[in-house]
């Protein structure tokens, strides 16, 4: 018992210093990513940031040199010096040149008090004329003598936008010399916020205040960076700077600093309220604002996941290396062990096994011999039933022909009695000396005897024996070859024949003589099923699809009795009287047909009577074949 709680002491040890061991290495391989991947946003965050600065100053900066260019022109001082005595309409049309060749939103004319006397925008509603702007910081600046810069939103538009101003002398060289007036432009700042919004990060600028006034995000613009003190407002409103927006907080919260002024932020509420970031600021002292940047941190994350997870599975492939050489060691050694006591074993299992193999080959021996003497058996037992088969197929084509005797019999007797007037016809014109007519008698006695020649010749070949092998057989001429066989039948018995067959030969693979056997067997049982009806009607169909062709040979008789559909193919059955056949008829018939490759089906007319269907696979037609087939 001391042993085995030793041992396990000993598991639970090293189980509790490998969970610690992979804890250590995921904690450890997470912070490394973290901090790595961490400086890597932070790099490529300082580069965002520092274009995009640049490209806000580029921006504002390309229209400092407008007010001063207006300022000096002419038309802008000669309207100045007496504008009461002009029309502001030719100036207020070519502020509007300006302002399109320039590319920007307004430009307008104050007056020593600060009244707007001439303005691109004096088509319009919301036209400047006549506004007075003397409580903005860029008239102030410009009555002073100096360019003027101002951001805000407009009093009239309510739009953000950045002014230059800049004071229209008429003569500056006397010591006491004042600005006639204030040349002004305004730009909108929505074209940069639309490029911001294509990136991966979130932009803002903020003023001396603290105030967002530009933003990748609309919703985050006209908002307090950190809550507003009640002075800070005021001021505020005094310069109509914001007008009267509420410049709410924005929530943002600082969860972490760094040296480098990098900062990690999340936001209380607002659209950035579900995710963290890094925040990176970078000053604009040209016009006392700050740029910010604030990157997702779903890249750390992503990467410290990764890293862990990598880092785990690292660790698990080296414990589990070192877990199977452990194992591999100590099977090794009980593997060593255990195969010098299975070396003994198996020495006295080999011996044991050679005679158990030994016994065993002289039984499969004498069970072979039994097999071989088996399977000769059943070859000659199947060689047999072949021969069997044969000659019940034999069998019933002599009973057919049986049947057909007495139809043979009347056809021959015809030319026989012919043959013997037209016989003894020409031997009393031959006594009579006339030749002609004599000749003519003996020219018909020709005829009758090759008549005769065909009716034996069929019967011939329909008792001829199989050959059994395959080949192209055209339908229609089956068919024809079985209708002659009984064309005697079918003209005594006033049988109303009806054939449905295409002009084209339909071509089948198989045994012409089995497939000329099948439709007389169906022709003759049609025969004898409509012999006591009053207007017999045998009608015989061919058509094709796209891979069988399907021949139905169909009678008006009685049909086929409802409990006898399914047992009419079986061997010896049959609804004649005793003697007048063997019930092998269809039995052999369908059988041929599966040789074939087809199938035989029978069924009843819902018109009365029975309609028995060959199906056979269609063969290619041969090379050159006849366009047409006659009927029979």
């Not at 006392?288 to 890293?307: E, F, S, T």
Request: glycine share 6%.
């Amino acid at each position: 018992m001391r042993r085995p709680r030793f041992a396990r002491h000993n598991r639970r040890l090293a189980l509790t210093l490998l969970l610690l061991g992979l804890a250590l290495c995921i904690w450890q391989a997470a912070r490394i990513a973290h901090e790595q991947a961490l400086a890597s946003l932070g790099d490529d965050a300082r580069n965002e940031l520092r274009l995009s600065a640049a490209n806000l100053k580029g921006y504002l900066l390309r229209y400092d040199y407008l007010p001063l260019m207006l300022a000096s022109r002419e038309s802008v001082k000669r309207f100045l010096a007496a504008p009461a005595k002009q029309s502001p309409m030719p100036l207020n049309l070519q502020l509007d040149r300006f302002r399109f060749t320039a590319d920007v939103s307004d430009v307008y004319l104050l007056d020593r008090e600060g009244t707007t006397v001439a303005a691109s925008n004096w088509h319009r509603a919301d036209t400047f004329i006549g506004q007075n702007y003397s409580f903005r910081p860029y008239y102030q600046d410009a009555m002073a003598g100096n360019e003027g810069r101002f951001y805000g939103l407009g009093t009239q538009s309510l739009e953000r936008g950045y002014y230059f101003s800049a004071p229209v002398w008429l003569d500056h060289t006397a010591p006491d010399a004042r600005p006639a007036g204030v040349v002004v432009v305004k730009i909108l700042l929505d074209r940069v916020e639309k490029g911001w919004s294509a990136q991966n990060a979130e932009f803002l600028v903020t003023d001396h205040e603290n105030i967002i006034f530009m933003a990748s995000r609309k919703a985050l613009r006209m908002n307090a960076l950190q809550p507003l003190a009640p002075p800070q407002r005021r001021a505020l409103r005094e310069t109509r700077r914001y007008a009267q927006k509420p410049l709410d907080a924005s929530g943002i919260r600082v969860e972490r600093t760094y040296r480098d002024n990098t900062r990690i932020v999340s936001f209380a509420h607002g659209p950035l309220d579900e995710g963290r970031y890094l925040n990176l600021t970078h000053p604009l002292p040209e016009f006392g604002w700050n740029m910010h940047i604030l990157k997702p941190l779903d890249p750390v994350i992503r990467a410290q996941w990764l890293a862990a997870l990598l880092a785990g599975g690292l660790y698990g492939v080296v414990a589990l290396g070192g877990g199977i050489t452990w194992q591999r060691l100590r099977l090794r050694r009980e593997r060593e062990a255990f195969a010098e006591r299975e070396r003994r074993t198996l020495a006295r299992a080999r011996d044991e096994l050679e005679e158990s193999v030994e016994r065993r080959t002289r039984d499969l021996t004498a069970s072979n011999r039994q097999l071989s003497a088996e399977i000769e058996e059943r070859r000659r037992a199947e060689a047999n039933l072949r021969q069997t088969q044969d000659e019940l197929i034999q069998a019933a084509k002599l009973a057919v022909l049986g049947q057909l005797a007495a139809g043979i019999n009347h056809e021959l007797n015809q030319p026989l009695a012919a043959i013997r007037a037209y016989g003894e016809n020409a031997r009393r014109f031959i006594e009579l000396a006339r030749h002609d007519q004599a000749d003519a008698n003996l020219e018909q006695i020709i005829e009758l005897t090759h008549r005769m020649a065909d009716i034996s010749a069929q019967l011939r070949q329909f008792s001829r024996k199989s050959s059994e092998r395959q080949e192209r057989i055209a339908v229609q001429s089956c068919v024809a070859y079985a209708l002659r066989l009984f064309q005697s039948r079918l003209n005594s018995g006033r049988i109303r024949l009806e054939q449905h067959l295409p002009d084209a030969p339909i071509w089948v693979t198989g045994d012409l003589v089995r497939l000329e056997q099948v439709i007389v067997n169906l022709i003759s049982n049609a025969l004898q099923a409509i012999q006591d009806t009053k207007t017999p009607e045998l009608s015989i169909t061919l058509t094709a699809g796209r891979e069988h062709a399907s021949l139905c040979i169909a009678d008006n008789g009685p049909g086929i009795a409802e409990a006898h559909l399914s047992q009419i193919f079986e061997p010896f059955f049959t609804t004649r009287a005793p003697g007048t056949g063997l019930g092998l008829g269809l039995s052999i018939s369908a059988r041929i047909m599966e040789d074939l490759g087809g199938h035989l089906t029978a069924a009843n007319r819902p018109e009365g009577g029975a309609a028995f269907t060959l199906t056979l696979p269609l063969a290619p037609p041969p090379e050159a074949e006849p366009e047409t087939l006659p009927h029979a």
